[in-house]
């Protein structure tokens, strides 16, 4: 059961690089999500996808893009990274309304990115 | 800001059932009531969710008061791996795409 999965699971980066943290998930679920948790703080939705080849911004998106060219992958991309961005990232997968067959899907996540900016 | 208020942290004894509350008052009538919990360095994990009537599943039972109000969950019989926090969201899209409010959450440290 490899349910939702992401890579890398750690990183250091400085100021300025940029990188992609992938996530995959083996459930055909339709919608997934990107979040990222600091210290003290509950988890902030940065971006999701309802669906392949859409994306939508989340509470906090400045500063990433994302990418759903695939079912099952959902890609996070920093740009330009600031040490702002250093914190745990959380990918998350559900079911839609129509694939579950009732409301409100439970999210699925996977154990985390843990970034460091430098 | 998280439409819940639950306990800053709680104790159970290994073996003992855990009872974690729950209060949202301010609770609509479309908004399900989630349960999830982290383990330290791990993914938030999906435990139990409904709407007014009681739910049990392998892992839990989820009792919501007659006003949906407030909510309990039930861990039967806790082990130390339960030790973790425990959040209770409620969430009213049914389209899918709203974001978890995660609040602080309720801390439940599992005793030996």
């Known amino acids: 059961n490899a349910g939702v999965t992401q890579t890398p699971k750690f990183r250091v980066l400085k100021t300025g690089q940029s990188m992609t943290l992938l996530c995959a998930q083996d459930?055909?679920?339709?919608?997934m999500y990107w979040y990222r948790q600091d210290p003290g703080m509950g988890l902030r939705l940065i971006h999701y996808?309802?669906?392949?080849?859409?994306?939508a911004k989340g509470e906090v998106p400045d500063g990433y893009n994302v990418s759903r060219l695939k079912k099952q992958n959902f890609l996070l991309g920093l740009e330009s990274a600031a040490p702002s961005q250093t914190s745990v990232y959380f990918c998350?997968?559900?079911?839609?309304?129509?694939?579950?067959?009732?409301?409100?899907?439970?999210?699925?996540f996977g154990d985390g990115t843990r970034l460091s900016i430098l | 800001d998280a439409k819940t208020t639950q306990p800053t942290s709680m104790d159970c004894a290994e073996g003992r059932a855990a009872n974690l509350p729950c209060n949202h008052s301010?609770?609509?009538?479309?908004?399900?009531v989630y349960w999830y919990r982290q383990i330290h360095s791990q993914g938030p994990q999906y435990i139990i969710h409904?709407?007014?009537n009681n739910e049990t599943n392998e892992m839990a039972s989820l009792i919501i008061t007659e006003d949906r109000k407030s909510s309990t969950l039930i861990l039967p019989h806790a082990t130390l791996r339960d030790t973790a926090v425990y959040y209770c969201?409620?969430?009213?899209?049914?389209?899918?795409?709203?974001?978890?409010?995660f609040g602080k959450g309720t801390r439940l440290s599992v005793i030996a």
């Open positions: 459930m055909n679920h339709e919608y």
């Open positions: 969201i409620v969430r009213g899209d049914s389209s899918g795409n709203t974001p978890l409010v």
């Open positions: 996808s309802v669906g392949e080849g859409t994306t």
């Open positions: 409904g709407l007014k």
């Open positions: 998350a997968s559900s079911y839609s309304l129509g694939q579950g067959g009732h409301s409100n899907q439970p999210q699925h």
């Open positions: 301010t609770i609509s009538g479309n908004e399900y």
